[in-house]
């Protein structure tokens, strides 16, 4: 039983840590980046970002650039909002 229990553990952390919560991604994006920017910079022709990993190490640097302290899986879950809303890689 007890054995049953650990393994339900870890199952369930590991599927966090692996899938964004694209929810999440759009609470924190809403709450947190709008400052600056509006999500017009995300579709405009000539955006900045063209990869995947271009992405991640611009959602650090905006991050960084507002001294927030977030954990990986909420980066992750704001690359995933940003991807799959906007793009698309
Ligand atoms: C302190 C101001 C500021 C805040 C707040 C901010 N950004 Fe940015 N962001 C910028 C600037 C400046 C650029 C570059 C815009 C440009 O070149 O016109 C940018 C560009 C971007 C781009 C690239 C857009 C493209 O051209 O493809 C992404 C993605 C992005 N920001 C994500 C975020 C995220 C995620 C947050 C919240 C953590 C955030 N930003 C908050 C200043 C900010």
């Known amino acids: 039983m007890k054995l049953y229990f650990t393994i339900a553990i870890s199952v369930l952390t590991l599927g966090s840590s692996q899938a964004a919560d694209i929810d999440n991604g759009d609470d924190l994006h809403f709450t947190n980046c709008t400052g600056c920017h509006d999500d017009s910079v995300y579709t405009r ?45």
């Open 45 to 89: 022709e000539n955006r900045l970002v063209g990869s995947l990993p271009r992405l991640g190490a611009q959602v650090r640097f905006c991050k960084d650039s507002l001294g927030l302290t977030w954990f990986d899986d909420e980066v992750e879950d704001v690359i995933g909002y940003l991807n799959q809303t906007y793009y698309h890689f």
